[in-house]
């Protein structure tokens, strides 16, 4: 190679080196070299990104079923079905895609809807709006 050519690729090499990290000496030795790996080194890490939670094919098909159970059972009890599915779409949008924190709210909004005759009767009436419903602890339910 020629000099100007060795030049150019060591300037190179400095600035890729000062972008990770690393200080080259004149001698040509590297400081302050980031990992031990020489995976690392050569890529160094960047940020993982955190994925929106989406739902496999049988974990939508489960919940679709869950979600099916919890509106007939709502509206069993309540008798309006505008009620029970304004019920049943708060549940879900409060649980974020979670089967199990789904399922186990919705268990005890409608076991304390059946238990509790003044719940269902401020359901009812329309002074309780199932928003309120959902984010009450299961004390404040019975």
Not at 16 to 40: F, T, V, W
Not at 116 to 135: A, D, Q, T, Y
């Amino acid at each position: 190679l020629s000099p100007v050519c060795l030049g150019s690729l060591r300037r190179a090499a400095s600035i890729n080196a000062e972008y990770m990290g690393i200080h080259i000496l004149p001698s040509g030795k590297a400081i302050g070299r980031p990992a031990s790996s020489k995976s690392d080194w050569l890529h160094p890490k960047r940020k993982k990104r955190k994925k929106k939670r989406q739902l496999t094919h049988t974990s939508r098909m489960k919940m679709e079923k869950i979600r099916n159970g919890a509106g007939k059972t709502l509206f069993k009890i309540l008798t309006v079905y505008d009620l029970a599915q304004r019920i049943e779409e708060s549940i879900f949008s409060m649980c974020n895609y979670d089967v199990g924190t789904y399922s186990k709210r919705a268990r005890d909004i409608i076991f304390n809807l059946k238990r509790n005759k003044e719940l269902k009767e401020r359901m009812l009436s329309g002074s309780l709006p199932p928003e309120i419903l959902v984010s009450m602890t299961n004390d404040t339910l019975a």
